[in-house]
C-alpha cells in the first residue's frame, strides 16, 4: 500500500522485491511521482514479514534502509503520514488513509484471496496439541462457524474461510 496522494495502481512481485531490496530508490523509475521512496517494513519477527520474506523477497533480505515497524497499524500510520511510503499489512488494516495496490494486476480482494490468485496472501491457523476437546472444541467451532465466528471475522476486514 502507498499514500493516497501516490498515482500508481499496481505493482509487479518483482518491482516491490526491487523496491525492498533497495534497487529502485524513486518513485519515477516506475511511473510514479519523482520522489524518493520510503520503504516501510514489518520487523523480523513478524508473521506478515515472514510471508514478504518468502512470496515477494524470495529469501533476500529488506534492505537496511527500510523502516522496521512493530505492528500493521505503525506500518498504516507511517505510510498514512508520508506520501512518498510504501508498506505491506494485513488486509484488515487497510483504510481510507492509505491506498491498497494491485500485485500483478490482481486486486488484493476476498476472492483473489480464496482462489488463491492474489499472490501475498497467507492462512491463520489455530493449532491445539492433539484433538480439542471440552471448552476448546466450543471455542474453535464457534470461531470457523460460517454464521458466528466467521462473520466477525468478515466484519474486521479479513477473508473469512467462507
Avoid: C
Wanted: aromatic letters at 10%; hydrophobic letters at 35%; a positive charge.
Amino acid at each position: 500500500m502507498v499514500h493516497p496522494d501516490n498515482n500508481l495502481t499496481n505493482l509487479t512481485i518483482g518491482q516491490l522485491k526491487d523496491i525492498y531490496m533497495g534497487k529502485i530508490k524513486n518513485w519515477k523509475e516506475i511511473g510514479g511521482p519523482d520522489l524518493k521512496i520510503v520503504v516501510i517494513s514489518r520487523d523480523t519477527s513478524s508473521g506478515t514479514y515472514e510471508v514478504w520474506e518468502e512470496k515477494v523477497m524470495k529469501k533476500e533480505r529488506v534492505f537496511p534502509g527500510a523502516l522496521l515497524q512493530a505492528s500493521n497499524g505503525a506500518v498504516v500510520t507511517g505510510v498514512a503520514q508520508n506520501r512518498n511510503a510504501i508498506g505491506y499489512i494485513g488486509i484488515g488494516y487497510i483504510n481510507d488513509q492509505v491506498k491498497a495496490l494491485s500485485v500483478d494486476d490482481i486486486q488484493g480482494t476476498k476472492e483473489t484471496t480464496l482462489n488463491g490468485k492474489f499472490p501475498i496472501s497467507r492462512a491463520l491457523y489455530m493449532f491445539t496439541q492433539g484433538w480439542p476437546t471440552g471448552e476448546l472444541a466450543k471455542y474453535i467451532n464457534y470461531i470457523m462457524h460460517p454464521q458466528q465466528g466467521q462473520k466477525f471475522v468478515e466484519k474486521s476486514g479479513y477473508v473469512p474461510l467462507y
